[in-house]
């Protein structure tokens, strides 16, 4: 499974991003995003499956981060809004187990290169 993700940039506190996940070949895979700030550990944001299953968030983002995917199931994405400096990070699109909301990288099987979120305040 191959992921890509792209959206990542500089944007002032209280703006808005898109963020994407293009992943390729038969993934049935739950997919979705973490983060890693400077000198932090890679975090759990949001996760999503392809049938319809729930969706989960990290408590930090609930309300302001909405995942959602394409009717194909070939791209995932993670609507930010009321961004914050704090959700500056390097992003993550991943893929992993099924069956349970993911507690960490462990939970993960298959990631994408991270895309930069710079968020001034």
């Known amino acids: 499974v191959q992921l890509q993700a792209s959206g990542g940039g500089l944007v002032q506190a209280g703006d808005s991003l898109r963020l994407s996940c293009a992943h390729s070949?038969?993934?049935?895979?739950?997919m979705g995003w973490f983060r890693q700030a400077p000198g932090g550990e890679r975090e759990f944001v949001a996760q999503?499956?392809?049938?319809?299953?729930?969706?989960y968030y990290a408590d930090s983002v609930k309300g302001r981060f909405t995942i959602s995917r394409d009717s194909a199931w070939t791209t995932v994405f993670l609507l930010m809004n009321n961004l914050k400096p704090e959700d500056t990070a390097v992003y993550y699109c991943?893929?992993?187990?099924?069956?349970?909301?993911?507690?960490?990288?462990?939970?993960?099987?298959?990631w994408g290169k991270g895309t930069l979120v710079t968020v001034s305040s």
């Open positions: 070949g038969r993934n049935m895979y739950p």
């Open positions: 991943a893929a992993g187990l099924d069956g349970k909301r993911w507690s960490g990288p462990r939970d993960i099987r298959y």
């Open positions: 999503i499956t392809w049938n319809g299953g729930p969706t």
